[in-house]
């Protein structure tokens, strides 16, 4: 059985053509979401994984729908290969129900490693070159010392933490602060 999966990110974009594109593949049931990929819980995604049996397909208009990076995707399609399922994105034309297509895959997956295992000894010998000058590596603090104690001393008093930040963020001094909250 072949099952789709269409998501658009934005209220203005259509799910009608990837539903369209679907049905026209053999889909028998669509799951459709409206949810950047970014949110960490896809309800639609979820349930089209839930609802496929070993032998059935996964379909998605085109790859950026499923995952919205490589790694992502090896993830998720590794996921449905691990259940017996196999995976199919029309726009790219990738079908790892056939040989070919998991070939292409696995060379995806090669390089998604590749990419991170660069990123990853970039990022150490960053660190590794701040060390000797007595740096630390990171993003720098949002409040100061000062600011920090006196965001920790209202919370204690009550004051909600997104209230916190916020007006941490706005103002420029601990005085500032205070009259904000006053």
């Known amino acids: 059985m072949r099952i789709g999966y269409a998501r658009v990110s934005r209220k203005d974009q259509r799910l009608e053509p990837q539903r369209n594109a679907l049905l026209a593949d053999g889909c028998e049931k669509v799951f459709e979401e409206l949810i950047s990929s970014r949110e960490a819980e896809r309800g639609a995604l979820q349930e089209a994984f839930d609802y496929c049996r070993e032998g059935d397909v996964l379909v998605v208009a085109k790859l950026d729908r499923l995952g919205r990076s490589l790694r992502e995707l090896i993830d998720l399609v590794g996921e449905l290969e691990g259940r017996g399922v196999g995976f199919r994105s029309l726009k790219e034309s990738l079908d790892t129900t056939t040989v070919g297509g998991r070939l292409i895959f696995h ?76």
């Open 107 to 182: 060379v995806f997956g090669a390089l998604a490693e590749f990419e991170s295992e660069i990123i990853r000894e970039g990022t150490m010998a960053g660190l590794e070159s701040t060390s000797p000058r007595s740096r630390h590596g990171g993003r720098p603090r949002a409040l100061d010392e000062n600011r920090a104690k006196l965001a920790r001393r209202l919370k204690g008093e009550g004051e909600q933490h997104r209230e916190l930040g916020f007006r941490a963020r706005l103002t420029h001094g601990a005085a500032e602060i205070e009259m904000a909250l006053a």
